[in-house]
Structures are given as C-alpha cells and as structure tokens.
C-alpha cells in the first residue's frame, strides 16, 4: 500500500515560517483531516505566545501539499532521517487536538 506524503509550508504574519513534511498512510490521513473542523477557527503554536490559525478545513489544506509516494521511498525518507513513532515529522507540522464540538 502507497503512503502520502504530506508537506506543510505556514507562517505567522509574515514573520515565522513554518515547513515540514510527515508520511501518512491514506487512512492516517483520512483521520487526520477529518478531525477538524469543517468551519470553525482553529490553530497551531508556533512560539511562545503565537499560534497559525485556520477558519477551517479548506483554509489548512491550502498550506499542504499531498503526494502520493511509493512504500519503498517512504521506507528510504524514514530511514535517512530516523522518523519513528515518537517522532514522526520532520521540520514543524501541524499538531492539532480538537474537542468533538467544535464544529458547531
């Protein structure tokens, strides 16, 4: 089964930039994007008091990039940069933790 790679590129008023890149496989990410909201605002910390916020779902998406990639090349990024469980990503992305009503 091929895996994704998903490339993040943010910033905070033009002053922080974020990239970063994780490999999903399709149902990590199916997950992953349907955990947040459709329409509500929503955001990641990037500095002690700055966060990048989203008016929802279709606002995130286009800060990323999806490719899909093959499991031998996802295999060869893991193993040239040491992604594990524990660290997963390489660069910043995103980490968000929705409550189930937040998209009233």
Do not use: C, H
Request: charged share 35%; net charge negative; no cysteine.
């Amino acid at each position: 089964m091929n895996k994704l790679l998903v490339k993040y590129e943010g910033n905070w008023a033009d002053e922080i930039y974020v990239k970063g890149f994780r490999i999903f496989t399709q149902e990590e990410w199916d997950k992953f994007i349907n955990a947040m909201p459709e329409k509500s605002t929503f955001g990641f910390s990037v500095g002690s008091n700055q966060s990048i916020d989203y008016d929802g779902r279709q606002d995130f998406l286009r800060d990323v990039e999806v490719k899909e990639i093959s499991d031998e090349d996802a295999e060869a990024v893991i193993r040239a940069l040491g992604l594990s469980e524990y660290f997963p990503q390489y660069g910043k992305f995103p980490e968000f933790y929705f409550d189930e009503e937040d998209d009233e």
